[in-house]
C-alpha cells in the first residue's frame, strides 16, 4: 500500500503543513463523527444485501467500525490535520484494522460528496428537531407567564410611547405566537432537510448496482433526493437553515430589547433573576441584565452566518466545489447559538421577576386613554370617528395646558371643543367621560377579536396552547420515527456482525 | 378645522421640507394604492354590516373610494411629499369629496398601524403567487430543454474539474428540481402571508364593534394573525419573503455561472441569443453574456435586501416602530428583482443556442473514465475498491507519462499494476478495459437512481414534470381563490352603492 | 449606417423590451449625466492636442454636447429603455446632430469600461465631499449642545443601567469625537476614490496615442490609476465607500437609541421638536420620535447596500463584467441615504430639547456614587480597592435593606462592614461619606483625563472643535481644487468652441 | 472576603452552568491573556508613579502577574466557564497568590469595561501590522511573477469573453496594485486603533489621580482616545477592521476565480502545485484547485464577520453593553481567516506553474484584434472611430461567414465594407491589415499609460515596486516602535521588581 495520504495517489506531493491546516475540516466534522459511521455502516448492510460486499468481510467492517466508535466515546481519538477530513479518517483507520483487502471495499459505489452531504443531514434533522423542541419550550413558557398576568394591566407602546391601555398577558402572548410561526418555519425545513443524497457518488452516480431506497429506510431519511448533481451540489437547505435561525434570533432580539428596556431603573417593570444578571468590575451597586443583552449580540452571528453561506453558495458554478466545505463550520455555529439563546430566553422569562404595580402605575389618567374617548364619542356622540379623533386631540392639549389628566375633563370641556372645533352642539354627560376614562372599563369595551381584554387573552392562550401541544405531539413522533430507524440500523448491524 | 396634515392635530409644528421628503413614503406606497382602497372598502362595507356606518354615508364613502381609484387607474393622481403616507392621502381625499361628517367615518375602528400591515400583505400575497408562477415557467424551460437533450454526452464536473461522464439532460433537470424546492418555499410562505390582520387598531384592539372575520372572508385571508401586538408589530413574514428571495437568486446565481462557463470561447458549449447579450463600445468583435452577468450581479441586491430587513428588525422593542416603515421599500424591491430574474433567466435558457458536438468533444478518451475502469475492476476482477481506485489512480499516471488516454490501455498493464502495488497477480481481458473506457457503454453502465444515464433521466424528467403540474394547479387554484374574493368585494360593494 | 443600437454591430437582433429594460442602466446614469458630458470634453480636448481630433471636428463636438447639457438643465430630456446607458444615449445624440464624421471622433481611444468608471468617480468625489460636510456640520451641532449643556448633570449609563454620575456634555461629546473619527475615513476614501482611470480603454488600453496626465488636469484627479486592468475592473473604491457610509450609519443608530430612550415618558429627558415627529391617525395623544426611528430603520439600507456590494464583487474574474453595472445603483443609495440622516440627526439635534432637572432628578441619593464611595475608602482609608468595592457593594446592599439611598450612611455602618467583611478596624468620618456620596462634589473630583466632570468637558470641547475647524478648512481646499479644474476645463472647452 | 465569584458581591445567586457557558468569555479572552498582564502591568507602574501603590505592594504584583505570565506560557493554565472573562481569572489569581490587601490594589483606578477595549487594541494592532505583512508579501509574489511573465502574451478577458491582446505581466502587476491599496487601508485603519482607552473607567472615568499620557507611553500607543464614554462605548474600529478584512477578501475572490478559471482543462493557462491541490476519494484522475475554491468560500466568512460585527453595534444605547462582547470573537475569527487566506495565496502565486504556451494558443488570428484594427482604421484611413468600429463589426462577420481570422482579410474586404456601410471610398494596403492584425506589433503599439505592452509592464512594476518597499519600511518602522515600547515596560518591570 502507498504511503501517506489515502486519497492523493494522483499526487506527487503532501500539503505543507500550513495548506493542511487550512483546508482540513477534521474540526468542524468532529460534529458528524458518529453520523459518519452510522452512514458506512448502512451503505455497507446495503452493498452486503446487493451482494457486492460478502458476508465475511461486512463483518469485519461492522466490527472495525463499532471499534472506533467506542473509542470515540470513550475520548480516545484525536485526529490531526494531515487527515483532510473525518471520511479520510475513518476509511483509513478500518484499512489499518482489517486490511485493504476487506476495508477497501467500504467506500464502494460512494463518494465523499454524496457521503458528506449525507452525514450533514443526518445531523442537521437532530439539531433542527432540538431547536423546534427548543422553541416549543420557550412557547410554553411564554403561554404560563401570559397565563399568569392576563388581567395585569399595562401601557402597551407603539413608537416606544404610551399608545393604549393593555395586560402584560397580551404582550407574552404575541411573543408565544410569533414562536409557533417559528416553529412551523422549521417543521417545513425538517421536510427538505430530511431527503437522502446517498448514492449520487461524486455526481454523476455510480456502476456499483446499489440500492438507495434501502440506505434511505436504513438511515431513516423521509425520501430520496433523486438527481445525483443536485444531491451533491446543492445546498440551499443549508441556506435555509441559516434564514430560519436568522428569523428565530430577529425575534429574540425583540423580545430582548423590550426585556432591557423594561429592566432600566426608568421603566421598572420586571428584574431579572440573579442568574441572568452580573455585576461590576468597579461599581458594586450594578446589577446588569447582561445576559439578555449578550443575546442581542449574539442576533449578529447568525445574520453574519446566514450572509456567510450565502456568499459561499453565491456564483459558483453546479457540481460540489471546496467553497461548499464551510457550509458546516457555519451551520454547526449558527445552530448552537440559536440553541442556547432560545434556552436561555426561556429561562430569563421562567425566573424574571415581574412587578405589575410599576406595570400600572402609569395607567390611572394617562393619555393613551385618548383614544378610548375619541372611539366613545364617536359610539355614542354622533360624531364621525375623525371629528372625535380631533376633538379627543384638543381635549388632551387643553389637559396638558391645564396640566391635568383626562379623567379630570368635564362635559362642557367636550362640548365646546366640538363646537369650537366643528359648529356641532353636541350633548356629553360626565358619565362617558368616566367610563371612557377608566382604565379598566375601558379595558372590558375592547372587544375586538385579539385584543388584550383579559378574557380575550385567555381564550387565545387556551386555543393557542392546543396548537403548541399539537406541534409537540407532531414533532415527538417524527424523533421517534428518526431514533426508531436507527435502532433498527443498530440491530441490524449487530444481527448482520454475529 | 386646523389646517394641514390629518394627522398632526397634537402637534404645532408641520414637518419642513427636507424632514417631510425624509419622512413620507408616498412612493414606496404607489405600490399598494390600489389595495388600500380595497382594505377601506372591505372595512367599511363591515362596519355598515355592525351598524356602525348608516348605509347613507357608506354609499358616499364608496362612490369616493372608486372615483380616487378611476383617478388613480387612469394616471391623474400625483401624490406629494406633504403626505406621510398613502393612507393619510386617500382619507384626506374623500373627506375632501364628501365632507368629514360622513368622510370621517372611514378610519372608524382602524388605526394606520393595521391597514398598513393588511395593505402590504395584500400586495405580498399577489407578488408571491407572481414569483411563484415565474418559478414554475423557468421548471418548465428547463424540463423542456432537459428531455431535448437527455441523450446529449458531457462531462460533468466537480470542482470545476473533469469529473465524469453524464449528459446535459441530467444538468438541466437538476435545476428544475432545485427550483421546485424554491417553488415549495414560496407556497409555505403564501400560508403565513395570507393571514389578516386588520381590526388590531394601533397595538391594542379597538372598542368599536367590529367583525373580524368579516374582512378576512371579504379579503380573501385564509386567516386571521389574531394578536393585535403580534399583528402590528411583527414583521418575521417579510424577513421570510427577502429570505426566500434570497435564496432563489443563490440558486440562479450558480445557474449563472454555469452558462457564463459555457458561453467562453474556451468551453464553448452554449451560444446565447442575441437578445441576451450585448457588444462593446470599442470591440466590435464582441458577443458579451452581459444580461446573465447583471443577474448574476444582482444576487448582491437580493442579499442586501435581506440583511436590510433583518437589520431593521433587529433590537427594536415591541409594537409599531416607524423603523418597520422601511419594510415596504425595500420588499418591493427585492420582490421586483426576483420576479425579472427569473424571467429573464428562463428567457435566456429558452433561446440559448446548445451545441453538442461541443459538450461531446472532450468526451472520448477523457480521464473522467477512470472511476468507470476503478469501478469494473473492483465489480470483475476480485480487487476492492479502494485496491482498484488505486490501480486506476496508477494508470492515470502511466497514460499520462505516455502522453495517451486510458482506452489505450493494455491488459498487462493493469496486471503490472496490481502486482507492483498489491503483489497480487490478477487477470484482465481487453473487453473489460474497452467496456470501462467507452463513453457511451459506461454510461449506460450507471445505473444508480438519480444518475445522468439518459432513460433515468428521462424517468425523472417524467416523475419531477407531474409534481411541476401538481404545483402549478395548486397555484391556480390559490390564485382563483384570491380574485374570486375580490370580485365578491367589488360585487359587495356595487350592489351596496346602489 | 445600420439601423438600431449604436454597438450592435455584431448582433442580429435587439433585446427584446423586458430585457431591455432589465439590462438599461439609464435610471441610475441620470446621477452621472453630466459628469459624463465632462469626462468626454475633457478626453476629446486632450484628443485635439494631441492631434487625433482636428479642431474643426472637435467645435462641432464640444458645441454639441454643450447643448445636450442646456436641454439637460431644462428637464427636456428623457432617456428610454432602449439607451444600454448615457453614454450610448449621449454619442448618439452628438452623431444625431453633427453627423457620424465627426461625432463619431469622440469615443476614439476610450471604451465604456473606462468611461464608466471615470464618470462615477467624478460624481462619487462631489459626494463623498457632501457626507463630509454633513459629517462636519453634526460634529459642530454636537460640539455647541454639548458645550450649552457641558454644566449639566445626569446618570452615565453602562448596561442601560446607572453607571456613574456624568454631565450632559461628556455624551454629547462623545458623539462628535466619533464623528470626527468618521470624517477622517471620508477624507482617506476620497484619497483612492479621486485617480483617474480614463485612457484605461476596455481592459488593455489603447493604440490611440492618448495622453492620460492631461485629462487627470483637466478632471481636478489626484492621480493616474495607471494599471488598465485595475482601472477597469477593481470597485474596492465602491467597496469602501459603501463600507464607511455603513459605520457612519451604526454610529448615529446608537446616537437614535440614545435619543428614543431619552423621548420615552419614562425617561423624559428630551422632547423631539414638533417637526421630526409625527403623530397616530387614531391615537391623538401621540407624540411619535418617528423621524428619528425612520433614520435608525434606515440602518439597515446601508448595511444592505454593502453586502450588495460584496456580493457583486465576489468571485467575479478580473476585467469588466456587467455584474459591476450594478455598483452605480447601490452606491447612489447608500450615498443618499448616509446624507439625508447625517442632515436629520444634525437638526434633530439643534431643536431638540433638553430638561435638565429631569435629568439631574434621577442623581441625588443614586447609587451610582457607590463607586465613588469604593474609590474614596480606597484613597483615604487604608484598604486596597478591592476591598473597599465589596464594602461598597455591602453598603449597598445594606441601604437597600433598609430603604434609603447611600447618602444616608453612617460612619460606623463603613466600619462594622469592613469589620464584618475583612475583620479590619478602620476609621472614618461623616465627611468622607458626604463629600463621596455628593454628586457635584463627587464629580469634581473626577479629575481623570477625558472624564465627564464639567472643566475636563469644555477643554475637550475646545480642543477637539479646533480639529473640527482644520477638517473642514482642508475639506474646503478640496472642494475648491475640484471647482476650479472643472472651472477651468470648461473655460477651455469654451476658448476652443469659439 | 465573600466566596464566588469576585464582583457578584452585590447578586445573590451565581450563574447556573448554562448561563455560566454562556456569558463567558474565556475561550475568545486567551488570545488577550498576555495583553491583559501587559496592561495591568502598565497601569500598576503608573499607579505607583503616581503615589497609589506602595513600592512593596507593587513588587509583590509584578511578581505574581510575572508568574502567571510563565505559567500560562508553559501551559498550564485553563480557565473554566466559572470566570466571566480573563480579567476576572487573573485578579482572582494574584489575590489568591498575595492576599486581598495587595493584589485587591491591581484594578484601582481602572473598569474592566476600559480595561477589555485597552487589550482588545493591543492585540489587534499586531493583528494589523500582520496582516499588512502578509498583503506585502502577496504584493512582492505577484511583482515577481508578473516581472517573469511581463513578455508572455494573453487574451485579456472582459465579460469572460476575448478582449484584447494583453500579458499575463499586466494581469499580475493589476492585482499587486490592488493589494497595495489595501495595504493603504490598514496602515490608516491602524492609526485609528492604537490610541489608548486606558484610565476611562466604567464610562465617567475615575477619582483615583491616574495619568493616561503615562499608560499611553508605556504601552506604547500613539496617542489617547479622550472621552471617557467615546472609549468605552465605541466599536467603529472594530467595524472598519472587518471592513478591511471584507475588502480583502473580496478582491481575493477575484483572483480566486481567475486562477480557478485558468485551472480549468478547457482553459489550461496555469497549474497549482502539489501542495494547493486535492484528489478525489473516489475518481483517481483527479488533481483539484480545492485549496483556492476553499479560499473563495472563506470570502463568505469576512463578509459574515463584517454583518455580525455591524448589526451587534445597530441601534444599541451608548456606555458598554455587553452585546459588545461578542466583538471579540468575531475580531479574532475574520482577522485569523484573512491572515490565513493571504499566506494561502501567496503561497499558491509562487508555486503555481504557468504555461505561456497555453496563453499565447489562442492568440494569433484572435477576434480581439478587431479593436485593433478598429483603432489602426481611425488612426490611417480617414474614418472617425465609430465608422471604423463599424467597418471592423462588419469584417468581424465577414471573417466568420468565411470560417477564417481577421490576419486573412484582403484590403478589398475593408474597402467594399467601407463603401457599403458609408459609401465612403477608401483606401487601405495588406500592410495595414497585416500591422493590425499582428499580435505582438500590435501590442507594441499600445503605447497608453498603464496598458499590458511588455515595457509599460516593466516600468509599472519597477515603480510600484518603490511603493511596495516604502510601505514595507514604514511598517518595519511601527512594528519597533510597538516592540521597543514593550520592552521598555518589561524592563521598568523587572528593575521596579528587584
Given at each position: 500500500?502507498?504511503?501517506?495520504?489515502?486519497?492523493?495517489?494522483?499526487?506527487?506531493?503532501?500539503?505543507?503543513?500550513?495548506?493542511?491546516?487550512?483546508?482540513?475540516?477534521?474540526?468542524?466534522?468532529?460534529?458528524?463523527?458518529?453520523?459518519?459511521?452510522?452512514?458506512?455502516?448502512?451503505?455497507?448492510?446495503?452493498?452486503?444485501?446487493?451482494?457486492?460486499?460478502?458476508?465475511?468481510?461486512?463483518?469485519?467492517?461492522?466490527?472495525?467500525?463499532?471499534?472506533?466508535?467506542?473509542?470515540?466515546?470513550?475520548?480516545?481519538?484525536?485526529?490531526?490535520?494531515?487527515?483532510?477530513?473525518?471520511?479520510?479518517?475513518?476509511?483509513?483507520?478500518?484499512?489499518?484494522?482489517?486490511?485493504?483487502?476487506?476495508?477497501?471495499?467500504?467506500?464502494?459505489?460512494?463518494?465523499?460528496?454524496?457521503?458528506?452531504?449525507?452525514?450533514?443531514?443526518?445531523?442537521?434533522?437532530?439539531?433542527?428537531?432540538?431547536?423546534?423542541?427548543?422553541?416549543?419550550?420557550l412557547?410554553?413558557?411564554?403561554?404560563?407567564?401570559?397565563?399568569?398576568?392576563?388581567?395585569?394591566?399595562?401601557?402597551?407602546?407603539?413608537?416606544?410611547?404610551?399608545?393604549?391601555?393593555?395586560?402584560?398577558?397580551?404582550?407574552?402572548?404575541?411573543y408565544?405566537?410569533?414562536?409557533?410561526?417559528?416553529?412551523?418555519?422549521?417543521?417545513?425545513?425538517?421536510?427538505?432537510?430530511?431527503?437522502?443524497?446517498?448514492?449520487?457518488?461524486?455526481?454523476?452516480?455510480?456502476?456499483?448496482?446499489?440500492?438507495?431506497?434501502?440506505?434511505?429506510?436504513?438511515?431513516?431519511?423521509?425520501?430520496?433526493?433523486?438527481?445525483?448533481?443536485?444531491?451533491?451540489?446543492?445546498?440551499?437547505?443549508?441556506?435555509?437553515?441559516?434564514?430560519?435561525?436568522?428569523?428565530i434570533m430577529g425575534d429574540l432580539s425583540r423580545i430582548a430589547a423590550d426585556i432591557l428596556e423594561w429592566s432600566?431603573?426608568?421603566?421598572?417593570?420586571i428584574?431579572l433573576?440573579?442568574?441572568y444578571?452580573?455585576?461590576?468590575?468597579?461599581?458594586?451597586?450594578?446589577?446588569?441584565p447582561s445576559t439578555i443583552e449578550l443575546l442581542r449580540g449574539k442576533t449578529g452571528?447568525?445574520?453574519?452566518?446566514?450572509?456567510?453561506?450565502?456568499?459561499?453558495?453565491?456564483?459558483?458554478?453546479?457540481?460540489?466545489?471546496?467553497?461548499?466545505?464551510?457550509?458546516?463550520?457555519?451551520?454547526?455555529?449558527?445552530?448552537?447559538?440559536?440553541?442556547?439563546c432560545l434556552?436561555i430566553m426561556?429561562?430569563a422569562i421562567?425566573?424574571m421577576?415581574?412587578?405589575?404595580?410599576?406595570?400600572?402605575?402609569?395607567?390611572?389618567?394617562?393619555?393613551?386613554?385618548?383614544?378610548?374617548?375619541?372611539?366613545?364619542?364617536?359610539?355614542?356622540?354622533?360624531?364621525?370617528?375623525?371629528?372625535?379623533?380631533?376633538?379627543?386631540?384638543?381635549?388632551?392639549?387643553?389637559?396638558?395646558?391645564?396640566?391635568?389628566?383626562?379623567?379630570?375633563?368635564?362635559?362642557?370641556?367636550?362640548?365646546?371643543?366640538?363646537?369650537?372645533?366643528?359648529?356641532?352642539?353636541?350633548?356629553?354627560?360626565?358619565?362617558?367621560?368616566?367610563?371612557?376614562?377608566?382604565?379598566?372599563?375601558?379595558?372590558?369595551?375592547?372587544?375586538?377579536?385579539?385584543?388584550?381584554?383579559?378574557?380575550?387573552?385567555?381564550?387565545?392562550?387556551?386555543?393557542?396552547?392546543?396548537?403548541?401541544?399539537?406541534?409537540?405531539?407532531?414533532?415527538?413522533?417524527?424523533?421517534?420515527?428518526?431514533?426508531?430507524?436507527?435502532?433498527?440500523?443498530?440491530?441490524?448491524?449487530?444481527?448482520?456482525?454475529?
Open positions: 500500500m502507498t504511503q501517506g495520504s489515502l486519497f492523493r495517489s494522483r499526487l506527487a506531493k503532501e500539503f505543507d503543513n500550513k495548506t493542511a491546516r487550512f483546508h482540513t475540516s477534521v474540526n468542524e466534522d468532529l460534529r458528524i463523527f458518529e453520523d459518519d459511521i452510522n452512514c458506512t455502516t448502512a451503505h455497507d448492510i446495503m452493498l452486503y444485501e446487493q451482494g457486492i460486499i460478502p458476508l465475511k468481510e461486512l463483518k469485519m467492517i461492522l466490527a472495525a467500525l463499532e471499534e472506533i466508535r467506542r473509542k470515540w466515546r470513550s475520548g480516545e481519538i484525536t485526529i490531526g490535520a494531515e487527515y483532510e477530513d473525518v471520511h479520510e479518517y475513518i476509511e483509513t483507520m478500518v484499512i489499518k484494522q482489517i486490511g485493504i483487502e476487506a476495508g477497501g471495499m467500504i467506500h464502494t459505489g460512494r463518494s465523499r460528496n454524496d457521503q458528506v452531504v449525507t452525514d450533514i443531514k443526518l445531523r442537521l434533522r437532530e439539531d433542527i428537531l432540538n431547536i423546534s423542541e427548543a422553541t416549543l419550550n412557547v410554553d413558557v411564554l403561554q404560563k407567564r401570559a397565563t399568569e398576568h392576563a388581567d395585569n394591566i399595562m401601557i402597551v407602546y407603539t413608537h416606544g410611547q404610551h399608545g393604549q391601555i393593555g395586560t402584560l398577558g397580551a404582550y407574552l402572548s404575541a408565544a405566537d410569533i414562536l409557533l410561526r417559528d416553529q412551523q418555519r422549521l417543521t417545513e425545513l425538517y421536510a427538505r432537510v430530511n431527503t437522502n443524497p446517498l448514492g449520487s457518488g461524486p455526481v454523476g452516480g455510480t456502476s456499483i448496482n446499489i440500492n438507495r431506497k434501502r440506505t434511505t429506510e436504513l438511515l431513516g431519511f423521509d425520501g430520496i433526493q433523486e438527481n445525483s448533481i443536485d444531491a451533491t451540489s446543492s445546498r440551499d437547505w443549508a441556506m435555509e437553515t441559516a434564514a430560519v435561525c436568522a428569523i432600566t431603573v426608568e421603566f421598572g417593570y428584574e433573576a440573579d442568574e444578571t452580573s455585576s461590576s468590575s468597579i461599581m458594586p451597586q450594578k446589577k446588569n452571528e447568525s445574520y453574519g452566518a446566514l450572509i456567510e453561506l450565502l456568499t459561499m453558495e453565491k456564483g459558483v458554478t453546479t457540481g460540489y466545489v471546496q467553497d461548499l466545505q464551510e457550509t458546516k463550520l457555519t451551520l454547526w455555529r449558527t445552530i448552537e447559538n440559536t440553541q442556547i434556552e426561556t429561562g421562567a425566573t421577576k415581574i412587578k405589575p404595580e410599576k406595570l400600572y402605575r402609569q395607567v390611572p389618567g394617562n393619555f393613551a386613554m385618548a383614544v378610548e374617548l375619541a372611539e366613545t364619542l364617536s359610539n355614542e356622540a354622533d360624531l364621525s370617528f375623525r371629528e372625535s379623533y380631533k376633538i379627543a386631540a384638543d381635549l388632551v392639549n387643553l389637559s396638558i395646558s391645564r396640566g391635568t389628566t383626562l379623567d379630570k375633563l368635564k362635559p362642557e370641556d367636550v362640548e365646546t371643543s366640538a363646537t369650537s372645533l366643528y359648529k356641532k352642539k353636541i350633548k356629553v354627560n360626565q358619565s362617558l367621560i368616566d367610563k371612557a376614562t377608566d382604565p379598566k372599563l375601558s379595558l372590558q369595551r375592547r372587544r375586538s377579536l385579539g385584543s388584550p381584554r383579559p378574557e380575550e387573552v385567555k381564550r387565545m392562550l387556551k386555543e393557542h396552547g392546543v396548537t403548541a401541544k399539537k406541534q409537540r405531539a407532531s414533532l415527538i413522533k417524527t424523533r421517534n420515527d428518526v431514533e426508531s430507524a436507527l435502532k433498527t440500523l443498530h440491530e441490524t448491524a449487530t444481527r448482520l456482525s454475529k
